[in-house]
């Protein structure tokens, strides 16, 4: 059988029971780093006196997908307990466990994917931003044209948008933002449930100082809000009184703006002219 389990994505203490019963029967683990799992493993280990020590492990990350599949056999998944864990939160999100889960589906092998800690939706919660629908983005490319235009898809999407991004790039895409967008509200969480979890929530324009400011050291989940909630400055009478246009044109504006009549007001604003 092939479970996919989540792991905490900061905070030891989020792996559920069922996860770590699982985990004390397992046969074989797969995962992204074999260093960063038995890091965990010898944590739980010590921290829930359990004895988890699978007599095997397979790495299965970006880079070697191809390898993987060529040289793994299905039939270890129907004959042993075989766990897949991401190096943090939920399995098959924005990591490879996404292509264990379509080789399990052609194989016609049971699996099973637990419930768990997982940092875009803490994100979304924590953001007072999402109300319901989101976009869910993932890492954006890099660097270059791609990225750019990963940004401005992100600005143009109908829903808040939620971005994973390291502290390498953080500031960057931030900066990004605020050069399009100054005024686009943006909410940042950086090292989620951990000992130095930081929440910030600003305007692009804002978030950039503030940010300059700040240890950037951890994962960073960037919630960016739809274009509908970009704070607009109010128009006032002042403003169209300075405008150089006719005044037929001036009395339809200030018209809109006061409920008041078009006649009237142009009638008054002629008059003013006339002194």
């Given at each position: 059988m092939l479970y996919f389990l989540p792991t905490p994505i900061g905070n030891l203490d989020d792996i559920s029971k069922r996860?770590?019963?699982?985990l004390n029967l397992c046969d074989i683990i797969i995962c992204e780093d074999s260093r960063v799992t038995k890091s965990l493993i010898n944590l739980l280990n010590t921290?829930?006196?359990l004895n988890i020590n699978p007599s095997e492990f397979y790495s299965l990350h970006t880079h070697n997908e191809n390898e993987f599949f060529a040289k793994?056999?299905?039939?270890?998944?129907?004959e042993n307990i075989v766990v897949y864990v991401s190096d943090a939160g939920m399995p098959c999100i924005s990591d490879p466990g996404v292509s264990l889960v379509e080789f399990a589906q052609q194989n016609g092998i049971n699996y099973e994917v637990l419930s768990g800690a997982n940092a875009a939706l803490l994100a979304v919660a924590a953001s007072g931003i999402v109300q319901k629908e989101f976009t869910f983005l993932g890492f954006l490319p890099n660097t270059g044209r791609d990225r750019e235009l990963a940004v401005q898809n992100a600005l143009n999407s109908a829903y808040p948008v939620v971005i994973y991004e390291s502290p390498k790039r953080?500031?960057?895409?931030v900066e990004a933002i605020a050069k399009l967008e100054p005024k686009r509200e943006i909410f940042a969480i950086?090292?989620?449930?951990?000992k130095f979890e930081a929440k910030f929530k600003d305007n692009a324009k804002n978030l950039v100082n503030?940010?300059?400011?700040?240890?950037?050291?951890?994962?960073?989940?960037?919630v960016i809000a739809d274009s509908s909630v970009v704070a607009h400055e109010s128009i006032t009478i002042s403003d169209i009184d300075e405008l150089n246009i006719p005044p037929k044109q001036?009395?339809?504006l200030l018209s809109k703006l006061t409920g008041k009549s078009v006649k009237d007001i142009y009638a008054q604003l002629t008059s003013k002219d006339s002194i």
């Open positions: 996860c770590l019963d699982i921290k829930y006196n793994f056999e299905a039939r270890k998944l129907v953080v500031l960057q895409l950086k090292e989620a449930t951990k503030i940010l300059k400011n700040v240890n950037l050291k951890g994962e960073w989940c960037i001036k009395a339809k």
